[in-house]
């Protein structure tokens, strides 16, 4: 099955809706409508609104949440829900990336409930998973990348799972310099497939987009989206300047 390649831009904490104004004037300039990708941004929630007015002449690229809370709505001073992300018009959420789970202790529980509320809003779940340098090194990548793709998705069904899109983030290569080889990501992406299909089947399991993220930048961009079984890049450093960021989503 073809998979259109989805390139996503993870600002992290950075871009004030000033800076993103510049840079989509910039970007845009360089990037004419692009059939054969998806593009995504996630900027912070305080540039969300900006960055989806200043992409209102152009519907094909989405945008996304870094983070919701898990519950729906309440007593959640600093949180952001899944319905107020969709009454602005994101369409993705990330979810389970290195950061929440390692620096704010983010649990395999909580993304579970994150995916449950993101799909019944109605919304795209992009699910991270990946395993620490020390995990790595104790040959326990399979068995962790694993964990955490059955803990996100402990409450979806079939067709909800058919729909979602995973990113493999080796939390070594995130922000380091340091990147997976294309045969590094093509084996943990192979193994992420496999586990797919076992729940969905080889037909769904094949529509599912799995994005590598990991240190990815103009220079290794094409060769990582050329390895098997890799269907998109998930990007941050190199996301934040214009010219990098467009010549990354044309590689
Ligand atoms: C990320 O934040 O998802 C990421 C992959 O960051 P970087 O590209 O900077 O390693």
Redesign the pocket.
Same mark, same amino acid.
Request: hydrophobic share 35%; glycine share 20%; net charge negative.
């Given at each position: 099955m073809h998979r259109k390649p989805v390139i996503a831009a993870?600002w992290?904490l950075n871009l004030s809706p000033t800076d993103a104004k510049a840079f989509l004037q910039r970007f845009l300039a360089q990037v004419p409508k692009l059939n054969e990708r998806t593009l995504v941004f996630f900027p912070s929630a305080i540039t969300l609104t900006t960055v989806i007015d200043g992409l209102r002449e152009r519907p094909e690229i989405w945008v996304g949440v870094q983070n919701v809370h898990s519950e729906a709505q309440g007593a959640f001073t600093g949180e952001n829900s899944v319905l107020m992300a969709r009454d602005v018009g994101a369409r993705v959420v990330?979810v389970g990336?290195?950061?929440r789970r390692h620096v704010f202790g983010e649990t395999d529980e909580m993304t579970t409930r994150k995916m449950s509320l993101i799909v019944q809003g109605r919304l795209t779940p992009l699910l991270?998973v990946g395993e620490t340098l020390e995990e790595r090194e104790a040959g326990r990548t399979a068995e962790v990348v694993e964990r955490q793709l059955t803990a996100g998705l402990a409450e979806l069904d079939a067709g909800q799972i058919a729909q979602i899109l995973l990113?493999y983030?080796p939390v070594w290569?995130? *922000?380091?310099g340091r990147t997976a080889t294309p045969a590094d990501a093509s084996e943990i992406h192979g193994v992420l497939r496999q586990a797919l299909v076992s729940r969905i089947g080889e037909k769904a399991a094949a529509g599912v987009p799995i994005l590598y *993220? *990991?240190?990815?930048?103009r220079g290794n961009a094409s060769q990582l989206l050329a390895a098997s079984d890799v269907d998109g890049l998930?990007?941050?450093?190199?996301?934040l300047d214009p010219d990098s960021w467009a010549s990354i989503v044309r590689a």
């Open positions: 993870n992290k990330l990336h290195s950061e991270c990113a983030e290569a995130i *922000g380091t *993220g *990991g240190s990815v930048n998930l990007v941050g450093g190199a996301s």
